[in-house]
């Protein structure tokens, strides 16, 4: 898992240099949610707030997102991908397509089903409930 963790803020650095792992992780839970506001997203990840105000500043500098008035409550702010954001992001999954592609295109197809069973169920596990 090491590995794995440190080939994708390698891969992510070569992507974007100015962009770090988390900015991305950041980048694609926007694109999944459609937007949400910063404070969701410190939630989401058990980040500070502080944290998330640095990452989403750095990603607004780049202009990568905005801020949006949210439709429904003109008090609070939306956060957005922009059309570079979403293009960048199309980048990054194409080019990681790519390289699973590449790695895996000699595996015997039994190990390919067997792998993609290992990887749903890692996905799929939830945390057991505190409390």
Not at 16 to 41: F, I, K, N, Q, W
Not at 86 to 100: I, K, N
Request: net charge neutral.
């Amino acid at each position: 898992m090491t590995v794995f963790a440190r080939r994708a803020r390698a891969s992510a650095g070569r992507m974007h240099p100015e962009l770090s792992l988390v900015s991305y992780t950041l980048l694609g839970h926007l694109e999944e949610r459609g937007g949400c506001r910063a404070t969701d997203l410190a939630a989401h990840y058990a980040l500070d707030k502080s944290t998330v105000s640095r990452q989403v500043a750095a990603l607004e500098r780049t202009g990568l997102i905005e801020r949006l008035l949210d439709p429904e409550d003109h008090r609070v702010q939306v956060l957005q991908l922009t059309d570079a954001g979403r293009q960048l992001l199309l980048q990054v999954t194409d080019s990681r397509r790519a390289a699973f592609r590449e790695r895996l295109a000699d595996w015997p197809e039994e190990d390919l089903r067997r792998f993609a069973d290992y990887l749903t169920r890692y996905n799929g596990w939830t945390p057991p409930a505190v409390g």
